[in-house]
Each structure stands twice: as structure tokens, then as C-alpha cells.
């Protein structure tokens, strides 16, 4: 059977992301730039499902359980025309913990946890901060995921777990998954170990 195509959206833009403050589970609502990133992204997904000739009812729609996950997707499938409310919530794609470092901003943990952020800084994938998850720790259950799958899917979900996909699909390199910015807006298509990115 041939590998399950993926087609990833990162959530739009919440008002944290502008403030650059570490969200993680925290549940923070898509800002109105985010919303249009939303929508975007379901008309690059309409036109991509066009060329390639597909029904876009005929694929599964997935989101993480957060609300910046599930807005994005239902607004994405409301732009291909979809019923919005026409996807599974699925706990396995839900963002990177970073524990008790949620709300706060690198700037600030640089002055409250040096040592600890220095730590990250030099091995960011294996890291974990305080009651938080490691990357690794990330791709081991998006990997659980993907193997699961039994079909072409479209997700919407976050940067940490497109940088875990990336490494456990072997798209990128372990230590280099974690430095890549993963851009709002986009759509993220995996087949196999090849990524392309649609904007």
C-alpha cells in the first residue's frame, strides 16, 4: 500500500504567537490574522485538490483537540465548501508541552531559568522542560499517529508537531527538526519522506 499523503496546516496566528509566548496545550484563540491564514489555507488546499483531481469530501480531516487547531480546520473546510464541523479531534496531534514554561517568553526565561534554557538552546530535541515534552518525546507519538493512518488525511495542528512528523517521516534530521519555522498560512504536504510547501 502506498504512504498516506498528509496535507498539514499549522494553526493561524494567535495573539501569544505575536507576543512570543510558549503556548504549548494552553488553549489560545486564532487572532483575525489567523483567521484569514485559516481560510487561505483551504483555498490553497482547493486549488491543489483541483490539479490533482480529487474530491476534497473524499479525504479525513484531523485536528488537534485545542481551539486554534479546530478553528483553523473549520474554517479551512468551509472555504473548500465543506460542512465545517465534518473532522475528528484526535488528542495524539496536540502541541508540544512545554510544562510550567507555558505563558512565559524565551526573553523571560533567560532571566528567570538560565540554566534550564541554555540546556534547550544546546539539544532541543532531547530537552524537556519542567513537567513538559522533549521532541523526541513529540515524534514517538506523532509516528504512533501516522502509522495509523489508513488514507490520504488533511490536518490541522502545530509548529512542534510538523517538526516531529518532519524528523520521525525522516524529512529532516532529528537535531535539525526543531530550528525549522514552521509558517502560518502554508500548507505542508507530506508523501513519504518528501515535503512541499504551498503558499
Same mark, same amino acid.
Given at each position: 500500500m502506498a504512504l498516506p499523503t498528509v496535507y498539514y496546516i499549522r494553526h493561524g496566528e494567535t495573539d501569544w504567537n505575536v507576543a512570543g509566548r510558549l503556548q504549548g496545550h494552553r488553549d489560545i484563540p486564532l487572532n483575525d490574522k489567523g483567521r484569514g491564514q485559516a481560510s487561505h489555507c483551504g483555498k490553497l488546499l482547493g486549488d491543489l485538490f483541483a490539479r490533482e483531481g480529487r474530491d476534497p469530501a473524499a479525504l479525513d480531516y484531523?485536528?488537534?483537540?485545542?481551539?486554534?487547531?479546530t478553528e483553523t480546520m473549520e474554517l479551512a473546510r468551509t472555504a473548500l465548501g465543506l460542512?465545517?464541523?465534518g473532522y475528528v479531534r484526535e488528542p495524539q496531534l496536540i502541541e508540544l508541552s512545554? *510544562?510550567?514554561?507555558? *505563558?512565559?517568553?524565551?526573553a523571560l526565561l533567560h532571566q528567570?531559568?538560565?540554566v534550564r534554557i541554555s540546556q534547550r538552546e544546546h539539544d532541543?530535541?532531547?530537552?524537556?522542560?519542567p513537567n513538559g515534552e522533549s521532541y523526541k518525546m513529540v515524534a514517538a507519538?506523532?509516528?504512533?499517529w501516522y502509522d495509523g493512518l489508513t488514507g490520504d488525511v488533511v490536518v490541522t495542528s502545530h509548529g512542534g508537531t510538523c517538526r516531529g512528523l518532519?524528523?520521525?517521516?525522516g524529512v529532516a534530521k532529528p537535531a535539525v527538526a526543531p530550528l525549522i519555522d514552521i509558517i502560518q498560512g502554508e500548507v505542508y504536504v507530506f508523501k513519504g519522506d518528501k515535503l512541499t510547501r504551498y503558499a
Open positions: 484531523v485536528s488537534s483537540p485545542l481551539s486554534r487547531a460542512p465545517a464541523e512545554f *510544562g510550567d514554561w507555558e *505563558g512565559s517568553t524565551i528567570n531559568d538560565p532541543k530535541w532531547h530537552f524537556v522542560p507519538r506523532m509516528r504512533a518532519m524528523a520521525c517521516l
